[in-house]
């Protein structure tokens, strides 16, 4: 008889040990605790981290670092293609750089000119352009 009793509270015990387990397990998400492990150099970053982390595309800024693992690898690509495009001040990089408008914090030879929309010599509105001749000062890989 008296296991009878014994059963439901060893079997309500675990289930509470479970339970409480998860529960920690989400806490500790949800605060930050498992990032600041996982990115130890990345401090103070998890906000932004929970935003951007994971999304395919490169935000950079502050995440865009090796402390950061390049945005938990989300600028793999980015920085294939710019790899010195970086500063804590450049965000939205991947949406930023070669969308056909010229952006004034990405016009810089690191970045590429904005990926060729701030090319410094306006060589597509020149009026040598296109004309068959190739004109040795605009002739760089930058405005082509």
């Known amino acids: 008889a008296a296991s009878f009793y014994l059963r439901p509270l060893v079997l309500l015990s675990i ?17 930050g605790k498992y990032f600041e492990q996982r990115y130890p150099g990345c401090n103070g970053m998890f906000e932004l981290a929970k935003e951007h982390f994971g999304d395919g ?27 010195l ?14 969308n056909g408008r010229c952006n004034t914090a990405f016009s810089s030879n690191e970045c590429q000119f904005d990926g060729g929309d701030c090319c410094p ?24």
């Open 121 to 144: 010599l306006r060589i597509t509105q020149s009026h040598t352009f296109g004309n068959g001749k190739c004109d040795l000062v605009a002739n760089t890989k930058l405005c082509a």
């Open 85 to 98: 495009c970086k500063g804590l001040d450049l965000i939205n990089v991947q949406a930023e750089v070669g």
């Open 15 to 31: 289930m509470g040990s479970l339970l409480s387990g998860w529960l920690l397990i989400a806490v500790n998400q949800a605060n």
């Open 57 to 83: 595309k490169c935000y950079g800024g502050p995440l865009n670092t090796l402390e950061c693992e390049f945005e938990g690898g989300d600028c793999k690509d980015f920085n294939s293609e710019y790899p």
